[in-house]
């Protein structure tokens, strides 16, 4: 008896040995980010992946009929990883390349993109900054042979069956504040609809005259108290809230009374700097939120 426990103990020693080294290799594949978890079907439905880029924004959008649309790229260290997220998602193309404004932040990466990627039509607001990384980005564009669309409110970006992109904001430039000068994207598809903020505060977003009520809204400027109100969230009436932000950032993004906002309206938060990337698909009736545990590499 006293041997045949022996064997068997040691079988089970084995198997959990197995079984240990088998989650740990699980673990090292998210750690290494060679995005086996990605889920991308974007076959009828709409999927926005909220890529984590630290502190700024890059969003990863495969529309119902299989294009791609990429709000910002991030700093100048992403621009690999998220064309790597791209193509693990299958795709060779970013049909529209929306730049929200021109911050390192939000652009840091795209002329790199611009430059290694196959791009359709940019859209930038007509607003110029002196920045090299801007000049990078236009140079990447001309040497292309691209063309910018100056982004204005009541442009439509495209449209299909029950789809739609459209620009609603800015109304006017804002020279001063580039913020003020984020290109804003409502997107519907069916019953539900998505708000894409940029980094756009209280001035702009009060400037916006379409419909900004949205089930999902892309908080404006990483969650800071200049973009959200009480006021502004009446008119939205989200029920799901993405903030791109950095761990520990320097700015204290988000700001507490943002999240009291977002909190009094029982909407659900979600944080890149707390959930990595995140994505949320709905096929125009249901909303269905997933993270991936991935984060955006930085280029070594
Ligand atoms: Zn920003």
């Known amino acids: ?8 103990n040691k079988i089970l020693v084995i198997f959990l040995s197995i079984m240990l080294t088998f989650l740990c290799s699980c673990d090292l594949i998210l750690d290494n980010n060679t995005n086996n978890d ?5 076959v009828n439905s709409l999927s926005v992946h909220f890529l984590d880029v630290g502190q700024g924004d890059s969003i990863f959008i495969e529309l119902p009929n299989s294009q791609t649309m990429l709000i910002d790229a991030g700093e100048n260290y992403h621009g690999e990883g998220i064309i790597n997220y791209i193509k693990n998602c299958g795709y060779s193309k970013i049909d529209y390349l929306v730049a929200t404004h021109p911050h390192s932040d939000h652009i840091g990466s795209m002329a790199y993109i611009v430059r290694n990627f196959e791009i359709g ?4 607001p007509k607003v110029s900054t002196t920045t090299a990384t801007y000049e990078n ?10 063309k910018i669309k100056s982004a204005a409110a009541g442009m439509n970006i495209t449209y299909f069956d029950d789809f739609t992109a459209d620009i609603i904001a800015p109304e006017e430039i804002d020279e001063k504040n580039l913020n003020n000068s984020s290109i804003v994207i409502k997107m519907t598809l069916g019953n539900k609809s998505f708000l894409f903020m940029g980094d756009a505060e209280k001035s702009e977003i009060n400037s916006i005259t379409a419909d900004v009520s949205a089930d999902v809204l892309k908080v404006g400027h990483h969650g800071s108290r200049t973009s959200t109100t009480a006021d502004f969230l009446e008119r939205v009436q989200p029920s799901i809230a993405v903030i791109s932000c950095g761990i520990n950032n320097d700015y204290g993004h988000p700001h507490e009374s943002t999240l009291k906002f977002l909190n009094d309206i029982n909407c659900e938060i979600y944080r890149t700097d707390k959930d990595k990337t995140i994505t949320v698909t709905t096929d125009g009736n249901t909303l269905n939120v997933q993270t991936n545990g991935i984060s955006i590499e930085r280029a070594k």
Not at 38 to 42: A, E, G, P
Not at 121 to 124: A, F, L, S, T
């Open 1 to 8: 008896m006293v041997k045949k426990n022996y064997k068997f």
């Open 38 to 42: 990605i889920s991308c079907d974007s």
């Open 121 to 124: 039509e940019i859209y930038m």
């Open 137 to 146: 980005l236009l140079n990447s564009i001309s040497k292309k042979g691209l």
